[in-house]
Each structure stands twice: as structure tokens, then as C-alpha cells.
């Protein structure tokens, strides 16, 4: 059974930065894409960003775009979301999310196979 976790989430003023992790045991995790989704209060979840198994791809959302960095540590296992110059509507629960197979669709929810429990990102002053 593959568990996904997160961490560094915490409270943070508008225009400072937070590094997000996520690790994954129980399977190959350097080998699966990984996404991250946010989901706001009283929102739906929504695509982040998207990194290819490889590391050699990534995607985000517009609203990220230029702001958040996805990067993975295949020594560390780790998959990294720098984000910069937080806006108080990056508040959110951030979710990482694991996909052993590389699904092209990867702004959907429904690519990915095994979720974490979230980890909640505050920006306010």
C-alpha cells in the first residue's frame, strides 16, 4: 500500500515563500509523475503543478505560473513545491498526489492513484 505524506505547511505572510514536501513509502515513488492540488475554503480542489516521473517535465496552473517551482530529489525521494511570493488567495489545503502511470491527463484528479491527507497553507497578514 503506497502512503503519501506532505509537510512544511504553516502560516505565511503575503509575499513570503513556503517549501512544500512529499515522500511516499510503500512503492516506487521515483518511477510515479506527481501532482499537487489545492483546495480552497468553500472551493473545489484545483490543479497546481505536475512534475514526470523523470523530472524532466512540469506543469502548472496559470495562477502558479512563474511563482511555484515543482522539483524531485531522487536521492531524497522527495518531491519538492517551492512557492514564492504567496498571495492571500493561495490559501488552501495543499495535496500531493501519485501517479504510478504517467496518465497525460494529468490535471485531473482521477490520474492520480494515491493521495495525501493535505497539508494547510495560510497567507495572511
Known amino acids: 500500500q503506497v502512503q503519501v505524506v506532505e509537510s512544511g505547511g504553516g502560516l505565511v505572510q503575503p509575499g513570503g515563500s513556503l517549501t512544500l514536501s512529499c515522500v511516499a513509502s510503500?512503492?516506487?515513488?521515483?518511477?510515479?509523475?506527481t501532482g499537487w492540488f489545492r483546495q480552497a475554503p468553500g472551493k473545489e480542489r484545483e490543479f497546481v503543478t505536475h512534475?514526470?516521473?523523470?523530472?524532466?517535465?512540469?506543469d502548472y496552473a496559470d495562477s502558479v505560473k512563474g511563482r511555484f517551482t515543482i522539483s524531485r530529489d531522487k536521492a531524497e525521494n522527495t518531491v519538492h513545491l517551492q512557492m514564492n511570493r504567496l498571495k492571500p488567495e493561495d490559501t488552501a489545503v495543499y495535496y500531493c498526489?501519485?501517479?504510478?502511470?504517467?496518465?497525460?491527463?494529468?490535471?485531473?484528479?482521477?490520474?492520480?492513484?494515491?493521495w495525501g491527507q493535505g497539508t494547510q497553507v495560510p497567507v495572511s497578514s
Open positions: 510503500g512503492g516506487t515513488f521515483s518511477r510515479y509523475s
Open positions: 512534475i514526470s516521473w523523470s523530472g524532466a517535465s512540469t
Open positions: 498526489a501519485a501517479d504510478p502511470w504517467s496518465n497525460s491527463r494529468y490535471a485531473e484528479e482521477a490520474s492520480y492513484g494515491y
